[in-house]
């Protein structure tokens, strides 16, 4: 079983649909990250969270430690935001990321 | 620009050649690493480093060779190519070793024939 889930793997949506991306992990964890990767495209970083919740323009990511699990939300979607979506832990117990399998998002317009 | 330089960004080799992918950072990260990526799988671990003079294995680390001579570079060696080793790898960096953002190169896609 990987250490890191996510789903689902693939996702299309119209635009201005508001969509959920959601991750569970099964160890524990200093930091949750998200990271999005465009065709053909390097990998940026979303967002670093070990706690809570953080927003950035349309994007909004949660953790729940207890619960082991995290979402990023896209709000009012666009074409231009599909692409795949990473989620990753690193560990508590060392410096190293284990990364999910990622998340195809795919927006028409 | 600040920021993870990858070369080459496509390289094809024959089975059995050998090779080097550069990785340059210019942030004074301690950490860096280095993951292949294959379809249907996530990012993969081969090789990470601390820090000058500091490396050890990931996930897949067999066929592959790392150093960490100083902080800016460290680069990956496929001893001898495999077709297996076929891959989108990328290099990444962050500061120190605790919870920081992490920083992506490019990607270099390798193919071995």
């Known amino acids: 079983k990987n250490e890191v889930e996510q789903s689902p793997q693939n996702l299309t949506a119209q635009e201005g649909e508001f969509i959920t991306i959601n991750c569970s992990y099964s160890?524990?964890?200093?930091?949750l990250h998200w990271l999005q990767q465009h065709p053909g495209g390097g990998i940026v970083s979303l967002f670093m969270l070990s706690s809570g919740k953080k927003k950035h323009g349309r994007l909004i990511a949660t953790i729940n430690i207890q619960e082991k699990h995290s979402s990023l939300h896209i709000t009012a979607s666009h074409p231009r935001d599909s692409a795949v979506y990473i989620c990753a832990v690193q560990e508590t117990s060392g410096s190293r990321l284990t990364f999910g399998e990622g998340t195809q998002l795919t927006v028409n317009p | 620009n600040a920021g993870v330089t990858q070369t080459p960004k496509f390289q094809v080799l024959k089975t059995g050649q050998s090779m080097t992918l550069q990785c340059a950072q210019d942030m004074n990260h301690e950490y860096m690493s280095w993951y292949r990526q294959d379809p249907g799988m996530g990012l993969r671990l081969i090789h990470y480093s601390v820090g000058a003079g500091i490396t050890d294995q990931g996930e897949v680390p067999n066929g592959y060779n790392v150093s960490r001579s100083t902080t800016e570079d460290f680069p990956l060696r496929l001893l001898s190519a495999a077709p297996s080793q076929t891959s989108v790898y990328f290099c990444a960096s962050k500061k120190g070793t605790g919870a920081n953002v992490l920083t992506f190169g490019a990607g270099s896609r390798l193919t071995v024939l």
């Open positions: 160890v524990g964890i200093s930091a």
